[in-house]
Every structure is written in structure tokens, then in C-alpha cells.
């Protein structure tokens, strides 16, 4: 407390002043509130003011912040597992999607699932904590940041399903209605109404109220049940990371005999790749490469690998007149609707060029 201020209080004392005359001059004065009824406090008083709990204080702040990020990163990434499993599971016949009528291209499922994985368990440990203390300390229920942060988040949520009820009702009176574009506003309407639903009701359930409430043990449990079963149904998709470690060695087989492949035209052609071939001639205008050894060195654009990846046997390759084959092992079928010659079994699967009608390859 400052001297001056409490030096003045006396003197004012001394003039028989009240508290009420007192605070106005000192507030006219351009004296703080705080800092008036605490001078007066302790003017008459032996006992310090006790010091209420910090109800707005940097740590609450740093676990909310922490909690609603990864509640997003959770409904986001959820929303996205939510599209792709309905655009695999009802297509769209006036679409071309190969991403989805495949079984190659998994990232974005790889992708969701792992932020689901990471920020769902930390959003449920850092609930908790916050649980724990609005039970024990029911005051920090009252927090600035907790509730600016709670209303943000309904905030978004809210916007979200106006948004789809937008879009339902527009796509409704355009006549353009499918089933695939309900499940779609559907999938919004849940995963954003869930964390909307809770934290509403939660903001206007009484302080004595909290701690007996069951509502955070139901809205716990559709949680987790909602996120194990679009992780598990992710995971029967894409396969077990074996799986995935297995595909991605199959894409390197397929780039090596690419690069293979195009190498050993550069070698035989040159810088007239490209060129019609006139008609009638069988002849090449260099003969073909007598093995991979002698490709690799040759190579013009990059550095070849001539033996698989995985295992390190050398990939087959074998030459007959103008024609040639290169032929490796894959652990997985191949079947995608586009760049389809390299479609291929699991097993050994052999490729083969002529090099003449391949020639602009």
C-alpha cells in the first residue's frame, strides 16, 4: 500500500471523515478501487483480506487452450474420416474418383486417424484435470478464459450447423438431393453438435450441480465410442501398418522399373527419342542393353536402383529381339483405374516392351 495513500486516510480520520467521503475523494483523486477499499481495510483491520482462488490465472489459461485445440484437431479430423468412407462406400457415379474406388491412396485415413489418435487422448487427459478442479474449486467455474474459450467453441460449432442446415435446405430446393450428400450433412450435424450440446448444457448447469451431473459421463462415453469406431473402421480399410509398409515398397518397385525402363530407351534412342519410327523397319538404332549393370551406368537423367528394395535380389530383366521384359516381386495386388500397364498380382509379375512400338513410351 502506498505511504502517501495511507498517510492521507489518517489524516482524514483525524477530520472526522467517513469511509464513504473518503473513497469519493480518493476516486476523484484518480485512485484505483482496488487499491481505496484495501488502504481503508487495512486501516481498521488486523487480518490480511484473504485472497481468493486464481480463477483466470496463465496455467488455466495454457490447459483450456491446449483442450479446445485438440477437440478441434479431433472434430476435424473426424469430419474428414466421415467424407471419405461415405464417398468409398456410396460413390458418386458422375464422378472419376480413383482416390476412392481404390485401395492405394490411404493417406488422408492414415492422416486423420493419427491426429485422432494423438489429440483425442490428450483432450480426454486435459478434461480431466479441468473436471477435477470445477468439482473441488467450483469458483473456477466463473474463469474469464474458460468461458470466452467454452463460447468460441460454441461459437464455431454453431456456425457449422447452420452452415449444414444451409446447404441441406439449398441442395433440397435444387432437387439434388442423394443419399450420399445426407450422410455427409448428417456426419456434420453429429460430430458438431456433440461438443456443442455438452458444452451449452454445461455453461448452465448450476456450480453445487457440477460435480453430481451424469451429463459428463454421457457425453464421455458417446465420445469414445464415436472415435473407436471410425479409427477401427479406418484401420480395416488401409490395412495394419505392415500392410502399409508392404504397399510402400510396391510403389518403389513400380518407380524402379520405371525409371529402368525409360532409361533403357534413352540408351537406345538417344536424343532421336521421340522420332517416328519409319514404317517397315525392325531394326533399333542401338541394341538393347545386355543387363541392368550396364543400364545403371549408362543412365542419363538419374541414379538407378536395379534390386529390390526390400530384399536386395536384383530385378529380372531379359532381352529377345527388339523386345524386353523387366519382371519383380510384389506383396500386393495393384488395381487402380488409371496408369493401369503397371497394374500388377501379388507374386512376380514380369512387364514387357518392344521397343519399337514403345517407342514414344
Same mark, same amino acid.
Given at each position: 500500500m502506498s505511504k502517501s495513500l495511507a498517510a492521507f486516510i489518517a489524516h482524514a480520520r483525524t477530520k472526522n471523515m467517513d469511509h464513504q467521503t473518503i473513497r469519493m475523494l480518493l476516486l476523484s483523486a484518480g485512485w484505483k478501487e482496488k487499491d481505496i477499499a484495501s488502504a481503508l481495510a487495512s486501516e481498521t483491520l488486523t487480518m490480511p483480506i484473504p485472497i481468493p482462488s486464481d480463477t483466470g490465472s496463465a496455467r488455466d489459461a495454457f490447459f483450456h487452450l491446449l483442450a479446445f485445440t485438440t477437440l478441434y484437431a479431433t472434430v476435424i479430423?473426424?469430419?474428414i474420416l466421415a467424407f471419405t468412407y461415405i464417398g468409398r462406400w456410396f460413390p458418386d457415379a458422375a464422378m472419376t474418383d480413383y482416390a476412392y474406388a481404390n485401395s492405394s491412396d490411404f493417406s488422408s485415413i492414415r492422416w486423420s486417424i493419427a491426429v485422432i489418435v494423438i489429440s483425442f487422448p490428450m483432450f480426454l487427459f486435459l478434461s480431466r484435470i479441468l473436471h477435477r478442479e470445477f468439482c473441488t474449486k467450483p469458483e473456477k467455474l466463473n474463469s474469464g478464459v474458460?468461458?470466452?474459450?467454452?463460447?468460441?467453441?460454441l461459437f464455431v460449432t454453431a456456425c457449422a450447423l447452420i452452415g449444414d442446415g444451409i446447404t441441406l435446405l439449398f441442395t433440397l430446393l435444387s432437387g439434388e438431393l442423394? $443419399?450420399?450428400f445426407i450422410l455427409k450433412v448428417l456426419a456434420v450435424l453429429v460430430l458438431s453438435g456433440l461438443p456443442f450440446g455438452y458444452y451449452f448444457s454445461v455453461l448452465r448447469i448450476d456450480h453445487e450441480q457440477y460435480a453430481r451431473s451424469s451429463i459428463h459421463s454421457k457425453y464421455l462415453w458417446s465420445a469414445v465410442a464415436i472415435v473407436m469406431a471410425f479409427v477401427l473402421c479406418g484401420i480395416l480399410i488401409v490395412g495394419s501398418p505392415l500392410q502399409g509398409r508392404a504397399e510402400r515398397f510396391d510403389e518403389q518397385r513400380v518407380s524402379d522399373l520405371r525409371a529402368i525402363e525409360n532409361e533403357i530407351y534413352n540408351e537406345i534412342y538417344g536424343q532421336e527419342r521421340g522420332?517416328?519410327?519409319p514404317a517397315g523397319v525392325?531394326? $533399333?538404332p542401338k541394341p538393347l542393353p545386355k543387363d541392368l549393370e550396364t543400364v545403371a551406368a549408362n543412365a542419363l537423367y538419374q541414379k538407378l536402383r536395379i534390386s529390390d528394395p526390400e530384399t536386395s535380389v536384383p530385378y529380372l530383366y531379359e532381352t529377345r529381339g527388339t523386345s524386353f521384359k523387366l519382371c519383380a516381386t510384389f506383396a500386393l495386388q495393384r488395381d487402380l483405374g488409371y496408369d493401369i500397364f503397371w497394374n500388377h498380382s501379388a507374386g512376380e509379375k514380369c512387364?514387357?516392351?518392344?521397343?519399337?512400338?514403345?517407342r514414344m513410351k
Open positions: 479430423s473426424l469430419v474458460r468461458r470466452w474459450l467454452t463460447y468460441l467453441t442423394t $443419399l450420399r522420332v517416328p519410327v525392325k531394326v $533399333l512387364f514387357e516392351f518392344d521397343a519399337l512400338d514403345q
